[in-house]
């Protein structure tokens, strides 16, 4: 296949307040990406309307989300940052690869049985649709990777056999064009730290996410020092103190979590972070963890709130991204186009 330049795309739902498996699962590995790769961070307004949604809601959250990527230290000047639903070529470009998908493909996808539940008749077309337009975003770009964590891995692997029936399917007009033997790529997943899939400080076997209707399951990066130090001291654990070794930590969930949240925020491995905390009670090491959490976080909650209080400049920071997204976007498109034989 033939080769393309290295470009990293990843999305962010605007779905409410981000928290800190956000930050350790997606925006920390945004920073540090930045330095290595040429990157497009989107805000998926267009993913976030598969569900029921307050319009006002959205746009607010779309800006807060926006502000987090920078607060958490994006270069908006650096990176393309932007909101989906500005680049109209993201809803084209799915619409074409809904006639390259096939249903037993879209069929096998366990989020929409998790999503939907079970009155999936009356789940949205949206809903369902939903990773052939992630597929969209994607490679609109051409992009070669995708930070994602275990709940997107399917719909990764589904952008790769989209991609590929693309190429094979045209691959004479791939060819006549002067594109070689692939348009698309086929992107890889790019894997992320030692806290990829931060859990419920509640529940371990559970991920951390917004919709949890405990206030303690979760940290908000707009939480302030006394928040975040009671939600870690009230975090759940169990009776033994902490291992001395990364393999103590089998069969035990919350532990495990909270040693990976260490271990993130500090950029260390969970076996150096045992080798100085194990053997010791969990009350001296949510000591420890309160400490560095507030630490990293406090200063993202305070750009987090300065931004939010000047919408004006965040809209100008998206609609800054657009256009360089529209950049780039837009010729790919033209060139899908001719490819499958639409006349522009």
Same mark, same amino acid.
């Given at each position: 296949?033939?080769?393309?330049?290295?470009?990293?795309?990843?999305?962010?739902?605007?779905?409410?307040?981000?928290?800190?498996?956000?930050?350790?699962? /997606?925006?920390?590995?945004?920073?540090?990406?930045?330095?290595?790769?040429?990157?497009? $961070?989107?805000?998926?307004?267009?993913?976030?309307?598969?569900?029921?949604?307050?319009?006002?809601?959205?746009?607010?959250?779309?800006?807060?989300? #926006?502000?987090?990527?920078?607060?958490?230290?994006?270069?908006?000047?650096?990176?393309?940052?932007?909101?989906?639903?500005?680049?109209?070529?993201?809803?084209?470009?799915?619409?074409?690869?809904?006639?390259? /998908?096939?249903?037993?493909?879209?069929?096998?996808?366990?989020?929409?049985?998790?999503?939907?539940?079970?009155?999936?008749?009356?789940?949205?077309?949206?809903? $369902?649709?939903?990773?052939?337009?992630?597929? /969209?975003?994607? @490679?609109? $770009?051409?992009?070669?990777?995708?930070?994602?964590?275990?709940?997107?891995?399917?719909? @990764?692997?589904?952008?790769?056999?989209?991609?590929?029936?693309?190429?094979?399917?045209?691959?004479?007009?791939?060819?006549?064009?002067?594109?070689? +033997?692939?348009?698309?790529?086929?992107?890889?997943? @790019?894997?992320?730290?030692?806290?990829?899939?931060?859990?419920?400080?509640?529940?371990?076997?559970?991920?951390?996410?917004?919709?949890?209707?405990?206030?303690?399951?979760?940290?908000?990066?707009?939480?302030?020092?006394?928040?975040?130090?009671?939600?870690?001291?009230?975090?759940?654990?169990? /009776?033994?103190?902490?291992?001395?070794?990364?393999?103590?930590?089998?069969?035990?969930?919350?532990?495990?979590?909270?040693?990976?949240? $260490?271990?993130?925020?500090?950029?260390?491995?969970?076996?150096?972070?045992?080798?100085?905390?194990?053997?010791?009670?969990?009350?001296?090491?949510?000591?420890?963890?309160?400490?560095?959490?507030?630490?990293?976080? #406090?200063?993202?909650?305070?750009?987090?709130?300065? @931004?939010?209080? +000047?919408?004006?400049?965040?809209?100008?920071?998206?609609?800054?991204?657009?256009?360089?997204?529209?950049?780039?976007?837009?010729?790919?498109?033209?060139?899908?186009?001719?490819?499958?034989?639409?006349?522009?």
């Amino acid at each position: 296949m033939a080769k393309f330049p290295e470009l990293v795309f990843s999305g962010v739902q605007p779905t409410g307040n981000l928290h800190l498996g956000n930050y350790l699962g /997606a925006l920390k590995r945004f920073v540090e990406m930045q330095a290595t790769h040429s990157c497009l $961070y989107c805000v998926v307004d267009l993913h976030a309307m598969t569900m029921p949604h307050d319009p006002e809601t959205l746009r607010r959250t779309t800006r807060e989300v #926006t502000a987090a990527f920078v607060a958490c230290g994006v270069d908006p000047k650096k990176n393309v940052v932007f909101n989906q639903s500005r680049v109209g070529e993201h809803a084209e470009l799915a619409w074409i690869f809904d006639c390259v /998908a096939r249903l037993g493909w879209l069929n096998r996808m366990t989020q929409f049985k998790e999503k939907a539940g079970k009155d999936r008749e009356a789940a949205s077309i949206g809903l $369902y649709n939903y990773p052939v337009l992630m597929a /969209a975003d994607i @490679l609109l $770009y051409r992009a070669t990777h995708v930070p994602v964590g275990e709940d997107q891995r399917q719909h @990764l692997e589904l952008t790769r056999d989209i991609a590929q029936k693309f190429n094979n399917d045209f691959a004479a007009s791939i060819a006549e064009r002067g594109w070689g +033997d692939a348009f698309f790529p086929l992107p890889e997943g @790019l894997i992320q730290g030692p806290a990829m899939r931060v859990m419920s400080l509640r529940d371990g076997t559970k991920k951390m996410s917004k919709s949890d209707p405990s206030e303690y399951s979760l940290i908000a990066l707009t939480d302030d020092a006394d928040t975040i130090a009671q939600k870690i001291r009230k975090a759940k654990t169990d /009776a033994e103190p902490l291992p001395s070794e990364v393999e103590g930590l089998t069969s035990r969930p919350e532990a495990e979590n909270l040693v990976g949240i $260490y271990a993130a925020l500090a950029d260390e491995a969970k076996a150096d972070v045992l080798r100085r905390f194990g053997g010791g009670q969990f009350s001296q090491f949510k000591n420890a963890l309160a400490e560095l959490t507030v630490a990293k976080l #406090t200063p993202i909650r305070a750009e987090i709130l300065r @931004l939010n209080a +000047d919408p004006g400049f965040v809209d100008s920071i998206l609609a800054d991204g657009a256009r360089k997204a529209q950049a780039i976007a837009k010729p790919n498109m033209d060139a899908v186009k001719d490819i499958v034989g639409l006349i522009r």
